[in-house]
Each structure stands twice: as C-alpha cells, then as structure tokens.
C-alpha cells in the first residue's frame, strides 16, 4: 500500500514562521519510511490542504495519514481539519485517510522546553552560547572560572 504523509499546520503571513514545517517534513522524508511526505496550512500561506491533498492523490497513493503539527486540541483539531478530511474523503473516495492524533502534552514536548530553558539560562550567565558550543573556548572559560575563584580566595 502506497502511504503518503500530510503534515498540517496552522500557517503564518509571515514566511519565516512557515520555515518549521518545511523543515520537519525534510526530515521526515530522510527517514524513508514513508512513499510521500508533505506540508499545508490550515489558513495564511500556501499551499492549502486541499491543494495539497490533490498533488498527493495524483501520485497514486492508496492511504494518505493526515498528521496536525498543533501542540494542544482546539478548534483546528476538533473541527476544522476533520470536516476538512470530510471533503476530501468525498472528492477522494478510492483513497483511506487517517487522522493522526495533534502533538499534545508529550513528556517530549516537555523535554525540548527544558533544553530551552538550559539554552537560555546558559547564554545568560555566559555570554553567547556559541562560544561554549568550541571545545577550546569551554576550555578557556573553566579556566577563566578557576581563576576567578582562586582570586575570590586570595
């Protein structure tokens, strides 16, 4: 069974905040475990769902899994998106769509917020974190830090 991938996102006007989602679907399609992977946007950029659909369709995909890349349930994934698959279905009917459950509160999810904290929290105290991200500049600044506390002992 040939199985294409939707991901599917609220969208922005501006096209920096549409990056994430083209990315994300790169990297699902270096994965290769799936026939065809793409992105839409529920509303503000292109290319809509239903554009998006019909490009999938026209690759001879038998299964198409809608996947919501929304961090919480709201109206998008209660509402919009399924009498969106509705239409779809009816244009469609030789191919199955699934409705892949939203990201939700996932310990995942949790995880990256806390290296974002760690992130910032670092950059703060240290200056830009790039430096550290160099062995010999983590290197200078524990000996930096070494030396200062010598000095705070003298």
Known sequence: MKTG????????????????????????????????VEAAFLQLAEPGFDEVVKKTVETGVDRIVVVPLLLFKGNHVYKDIPEMLENEKAKYPQV??????????????????????????????YGSKQRLEQPQAIVDESFEIIDNLVDLES
């Open 96 to 125: 199955e769509f699934v409705y892949a459950n939203n990201i939700g509160a996932d310990e995942r999810i949790a995880l990256i917020a806390a290296d974002r904290i760690h992130e910032v929290l670092i950059e703060k105290q």
């Open 5 to 36: 991938i939707i991901l599917i996102s609220h969208g922005s006007k501006l096209s920096s905040g549409n990056d994430g989602l083209f990315k994300v679907a790169d990297m699902l399609r270096a994965m290769n475990r799936w026939d065809l």
